[in-house]
């Protein structure tokens, strides 16, 4: 099964060669994860061009797609928005580029090893770094309960 992921985002008031590394990023980064990139700036059309024409060319690449990966900041982007609520409601999936973050890998400051998704917070245990969710509760909570516990006695 293919899984095409059209790339979404803002272009217009932005820097175009850092929006093109921005796009091409993210096809890197979808490419590693096995998707097949589709990326509107190899649409064939001159950039800057003309909206209405872009639109169209777009619109066909991302209907071809199963999935549309939206870039960080899409929402100041009306062409951005337009594709992702085209892509919805032919059914294609979203995915959000911010989302990604849940799914880094950290290594916890506490046991070492290795968790995905959001890090926690390791004080007092720790200063610094990132805790996984194990010693979050195990470690972390308990001792931030008995800190607060010997406040109150002071
Ligand atoms: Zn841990």
């Known amino acids: 099964m293919s899984k095409k992921v059209y790339i ?22 979808l490419r590693a994860q ?10 064939g059309l001159p950039q800057p061009g003309d909206w209405r ?6 619109i066909d690449m991302l209907l071809e797609c199963q999935y ?10 009306k062409g951005a928005k337009l594709e992702l609520d085209v892509a919805t409601s032919c059914g294609l ?11 880094e890998e950290h290594k916890c400051c506490i046991c070492s090893k290795t968790f995905y998704g959001y890090g ?10 990132e805790c996984c969710e194990t010693c979050q509760w195990e470690r972390v909570l308990p001792e931030r309960y008995k800190l607060s516990k010997e406040r109150e006695q002071v």
């Open 8 to 29: 979404s985002g803002a272009i217009a008031h932005y820097d175009l060669e850092e929006r093109k590394a921005a796009f091409s990023a993210a096809a890197t980064h």
């Open 34 to 43: 096995g998707y097949e990139p589709v990326n509107p700036f190899e649409n």
């Open 53 to 58: 024409e872009h639109m169209r060319v777009d």
């Open 68 to 77: 549309i990966y939206m870039l960080k900041g899409w929402w100041v982007s």
């Open 93 to 103: 999936k979203p995915m959000f580029e911010e989302d990604d973050v849940h799914n």
């Open 120 to 129: 926690n917070d390791p004080y007092p245990v720790k200063e610094e770094g």
